[in-house]
């Protein structure tokens, strides 16, 4: 029995030139620790990686032999979101800690009908496109944020998270109030 080429560590974007191939991933199966893997030309790949890695388009798989394997982004079912306060509808898809990726004239997120419904709501024009999604990566600049799901509720202060791979955990947040001071 033949072995898989495998892979043990990354290369970030820029850090790396010449890759032997690349693999087609989506932004989910961009989020990964151990996988078999199938380039473009069809060579299967092993990836194991000490720990679960966040992928961005233009990383790349490093092989044992030291060739690389180039990480492309996957065209998705997604919407494009524009509308005339652009910052304050960005600033409602990040309060939903929903990945995102941000251009000057649009923001591009995941197809959800909720957060669509509530875009709409605020007066965002909400566009279903098929592209690879390329969002921000998390608060210091690589990574991804977990989302939040707000739409089920088990307390007035619970809610849920989902790191995006299936996987979701559920806890609460105190909403401590200050007394009112009244000047007389």
Partial sequence: MTSLPTAHEIAR????????????????????????????????????LAHTESLDEGDAF?????????????????????????????WHIGNRHTPCQIEPDRLLIQRDHVIRDMLE??????TEVDEPFTPE??????GRTHGHDHSHSHGPDSHT????????????????????????
């Fill in 62 to 90: 490093r092989l044992g032999d030291g060739s690389l394997v180039a990480v492309r982004a996957a065209v998705e079912p997604l919407l494009a979101v524009t509308g005339a306060d652009l910052p304050r509808i960005a």
């Fill in 121 to 126: 709501r605020i007066g965002a024009t909400v």
């Fill in 161 to 184: 998270h989902s790191d995006g791979g299936g996987h979701s955990h559920s806890h609460s947040h105190a909403h401590g109030h200050l007394p009112h001071s009244h000047d007389h």
């Fill in 13 to 48: 974007k820029g850090h790396w030139s010449d890759a032997a191939d690349t693999v087609t991933l989506s932004y989910e199966d961009r989020f990964l620790r151990r996988k078999v893997l199938t380039a473009g030309t069809g060579a299967g790949f092993l990836v194991d």
């Fill in 137 to 142: 990566g998390g608060a210091y600049g690589h």
